[in-house]
């Protein structure tokens, strides 16, 4: 029986592995390729150049590597490139790059898209990262490892999100958020760490509380930026964990959530 309904429609050149799955209505267009064991629902639409790896389930009503609305963008041939393992649930936008930037939008592995997100041109989304409901990144945004936005978060263009960091509902995103940060609120501000985030990817008791007096460090004690990453010199080279919350902040562009 085959895997492809019969009223998908499909382009020539697309290349899907054998054990694709397509749903009916489905819109596969040119240079799109399609890793196996992946599965496509009903009603998707999924243009080029876009490459999706091995082992992914795209759901209904999803538009995949569409042109972006950028108005600097003027048909150039960009990409879409999603890694291996990742759930996109239904209604999902996801934008192809321009050549102003890195003409790449790049999702990687081992993420879920929930319904109604947008992920915008050029954007780079890491691995075991989770966007919730209605969550929608503006264009150039990077999200790293482990980082969960919850429903309805909304982050400027060029915001960087750093690993193991967390976004409470509505919150709204102008700077970079360092890593293991937990912000809120419109404009969004950091409240504390992703303690719990931690525990349950098991990070040990001592590095949390090592990682709890870095953030007091940065945020609590009325220091400038430079004078707490100053302060965390010892600890930064002791603790691989302190040292990444540590680099998160020294590579922002856009200043940190305080």
């Known amino acids: ?7 998908a429609i499909i382009d020539p050149s697309a290349k899907l592995a054998d054990d694709v799955t397509v749903g009916p209505w489905t819109i ?9 064991g992946s599965i496509i629902a009903s009603h998707v639409v999924i243009k080029g150049p876009t490459r999706i790896g091995c082992n992914n389930h795209i759901y209904q009503f999803s538009s995949v590597g569409e042109d972006t609305p950028d108005l600097k963008y003027q048909g150039e041939a960009t990409r879409l490139v999603i890694g291996d393992h990742n759930v996109i649930r239904e209604g999902v936008t996801i934008h ?3 050549v102003q ?14 319904a109604y997100a947008h992920i915008g041109h050029d954007s780079v989304i890491a691995n075991h990262c989770i966007l919730v409901n209605n969550t929608a990144l503006a264009g150039h945004v990077h999200i790293d490892d482990w980082a969960i936005l919850s429903g309805y978060t909304l982050v400027h263009q060029y915001c960087h999100i750093g690993a193991h960091s967390f976004t409470a509902m509505g919150t709204a995103v102008g700077k970079d958020i360092p890593a293991f940060i937990t912000a809120a609120g419109n404009p ?3 409240r504390s760490m992703n303690f719990e985030g931690m525990r349950r990817r098991g990070f040990s008791e001592e590095t949390i ?3 709890r007096r870095a953030y007091k460090t940065v945020y ?12 965390l ?9 302190v040292a990444l919350f540590c680099q998160s902040i020294r590579n922002s562009s856009r200043g940190i959530t305080r």
Do not use: F
């Open 101 to 114: 930037d890195r003409s790449e939008t790049t999702i990687g592995n081992h993420n879920l898209i929930m």
């Open 233 to 241: 010199t010892e600890g930064e080279a002791e603790y691989p964990e």
């Open 96 to 98: 192809r790059g321009t």
């Open 209 to 211: 509380q090592v990682l």
């Open 28 to 36: 596969i267009g040119p240079e799109v390729e399609i890793g196996a």
């Open 188 to 190: 969004a501000e950091a």
């Open 1 to 7: 029986m085959s895997l492809i309904d019969p009223s």
């Open 220 to 231: 609590r004690q009325g220091l400038t930026v430079d004078e707490a990453l100053q302060a």
